[in-house]
């Protein structure tokens, strides 16, 4: 089993920047594949970002590209969501998850329990 919990939502106006951040514990974080996901009201869960065991690849909705970086700090055991130049369609509750897979094919095996993202205009 792998704990997730998010942390770093919030209200924030259009153009602003938040950073999330994931804490995993459990089994061993470097281990797996961590992915960021976001749920908007009456919309289904879609994938935002994932980044690969070691850090060396990632992969983005292109929706979010260029403006979202994701990264993680295996010493750590954190994944985060670096969003700048947020806009209201970024409102969202994000979601992390932890599971397998390659680069634009993740597979979610556990988790967190979501952190509210609401981007005003």
Do not use: H
Not at 3 to 32: D, I, K, M
Not at 82 to 99: F, H, K, W
């Amino acid at each position: 089993q792998v704990q997730l919990v998010e942390s770093g939502g919030g209200l924030v106006q259009t153009g602003g920047s938040l950073r999330l951040s994931c804490a995993a514990s459990g089994r061993t974080f470097s281990n797996y594949v961590m992915g960021w996901f976001r749920q908007a009201p009456g919309k289904e869960r879609e994938f935002v970002a994932s980044i690969m065991r070691s850090g060396s690849s990632t992969y983005y909705a292109d929706s979010v590209k260029g403006r979202f970086t994701i990264s993680r700090d295996n010493a750590k055991n954190t994944v985060y969501l670096q969003m700048n130049s947020l806009i209201p369609e970024d409102t969202a509750v994000y979601y992390c998850a932890a599971g397998s897979g390659v680069p634009g094919r993740f597979r979610a095996d556990y988790w967190g329990q979501g952190t509210q993202v609401t981007v005003s205009s």
